[in-house]
Structures are given as C-alpha cells and as structure tokens.
C-alpha cells in the first residue's frame, strides 16, 4: 500500500472525498501500522473538516428534552 504522505488541512469538498476514498482502502490497516497512522491522520483531518462546516451548538441534553 502506497502511503500519501502530503496530507494537509482539507479545504473542500473535493479534499474531503480524496481523504474519505483513502480512508476506505485503510480501513482494514493493522493497528501499529504506517497505513494504520496515516488512517488515524486522516479521520483527525476529516472530522475537523466536518466540525468546521457543520458547527452546532452545544445543547444541554435536558433543555433539549
């Protein structure tokens, strides 16, 4: 398995996708590993990416019962 090592900071949809296709083929990766390292890297990058466009505010779970 090729590792990408040039990730950075996703800035759009277009890097997300790249990201969520390589997350794919790591999925599977044996923990330890370097594919496991860059998977990790990569759900670090894609969540932030996510946070970023979907920022919710916090609800405290009973109010919003």
């Known amino acids: 398995m090729e590792i990408n090592?040039?990730?950075?900071?996703?800035?759009?949809d277009?890097?997300?996708?790249?990201a969520?296709?390589?997350y794919e083929a790591l999925k599977n990766?044996?923990?330890g590993s370097k594919e496991h390292k860059e998977k990790m890297l990569l759900v670090h990058l894609m969540s932030e990416?996510?946070?970023?466009l979907w920022d919710l505010p916090e609800v405290d779970p009973i109010e919003l019962i």
């Not at 990730?7 to 759009?12: A, D, I, K, M």
């Not at 277009?14 to 790249?18: G, M």
């Open 49 to 52: 990416y996510e946070n970023k």
């Open 20 to 22: 969520r296709e390589r």
């Open 5 to 12: 090592k040039s990730w950075y900071l996703l800035e759009n």
């Open 29 to 31: 990766s044996v923990k």
């Open 14 to 18: 277009a890097d997300f996708e790249l």
